[in-house]
């Protein structure tokens, strides 16, 4: 067989998330929207890395994101949602040939069935003088300027890496996020003074002691890195939200089952229930995992595999004023041609 077309793989790869019953505990009535909304946005040189993102208490919904990598200058996604994308696609298409690393895309907010305009993200991750000209082509030129001054108030191990918004909501605050380097997690993990210092050189205040307490828990357990996310506003200032995402960095599908039996993962998530911020849904997130290659014929000609994975990948914990949000688990759902 021929490899999957994007909407094919698409299908299987949530299907496959919602299957044995998981999708109405998962996704709630929003499933069929998350089928639908996001096929016009399959687009690129290759299949984009997709993110099922579904809360663990409350409501059940899921939220789409797909990120893509290497666009074409022409590029173009067929639906409303979109927005006016044309002059980000294409600025993109040629920025990411002269740099490595950098992905943009869009997160489809389907809980609801009047859909609003796609949130647009982008991770320039070091490179972060090209947040100004991304925005820029985006029409947004304000946001690029607060990008690039927030990351100047960074302390040392958060640099800033990535952002996202939402258009066309008044005063809608730009979402900055960062990779929290291993030294740093070690540190505020042991001392609530250290992760107090940097909160307020950010310029966040908006915490309580016994929010530095869960933190600091969560540093010390999560197995591999945490990202961390505040809101800037257009005048500067920062919001009262703060969030962090626990992430797994499981490579292979087969130990996904041990690892949150017995491994960190497991631990972190267990924690959550602790706090009342999850309820036992996370299980079946986990259950959600699904590897196949498929064997099909290469346009080069001869045989190659086509990898269909799904697997979890983190975890958000958000505060609003000191106080936690109930959580959510992150699917990763990927399309890959193995030679």
């Known amino acids: 067989m021929r490899a999957l077309s994007y909407e094919d793989a698409y299908q299987v790869l949530l299907l496959q998330a919602a299957d044995e019953g998981r999708g109405p505990i998962l996704f709630g009535d929003s499933f069929d929207r998350a089928r639908m909304v996001p096929l016009p946005f399959l687009v690129g040189e290759s299949f984009p890395d997709v993110y099922l993102e579904f809360p663990l208490l409350g409501e059940p919904y899921l939220d789409v994101t797909l990120l893509?990598?290497?666009?074409?200058?022409?590029?173009?996604?067929?639906?409303?949602?979109?927005?006016?994308?044309?002059?980000?696609?294409?600025w993109f298409a040629q920025a990411s040939k002269a740099q490595s690393g950098l992905c943009c895309g869009f997160e489809l907010d389907t809980s609801n069935p009047q859909m609003p305009e796609a949130a647009v993200h982008f991770q320039p991750r070091t490179a972060t003088s090209l947040a100004r000209p991304f925005f820029d082509a985006l029409g947004e030129p304000e946001r690029g300027l607060l990008y690039e001054r927030q990351a100047q108030r960074m302390p040392e191990g958060w640099s800033l890496a990535f952002c996202g918004m939402f258009r066309r909501k008044p005063n809608a605050p730009l979402r900055v996020c960062g990779y929290m380097d291993r030294d740093q997690q070690d540190a505020c993990a042991s001392s609530s003074e250290c992760l107090e210092q940097a909160l307020r050189a950010v310029g966040f205040t908006a915490y309580t002691s016994s929010m530095l307490e869960q933190v600091q828990r969560l540093l010390a357990l999560v197995p591999g890195g945490v990202d961390f996310q505040f809101d800037v506003y257009p005048d500067g200032s920062l919001g009262d939200v703060f969030a962090i995402d626990a992430q797994f960095q499981i490579k292979q599908p087969h130990v996904v089952n041990e690892m949150f039996e017995t491994g960190a993962p497991g631990r972190v998530m267990r924690q959550l229930e602790e706090w009342g911020i999850a309820d036992g849904r996370w299980r079946q997130g986990v259950q959600a995992t699904f590897a196949r290659a498929l064997p099909i014929e290469l346009p080069q000609g001869g045989m190659g595999r086509y990898a269909l994975t799904v697997m979890p990948q983190w975890a958000k914990i958000r505060w609003t004023k000191g106080v936690l949000q109930p959580s959510k688990l992150y699917l990763c759902a990927q399309g890959t041609v193995l030679d």
């Open 68 to 90: 893509y990598n290497d666009l074409q200058v022409g590029t173009r996604v067929d639906s409303p949602l979109a927005g006016d994308h044309g002059a980000m696609f294409d």
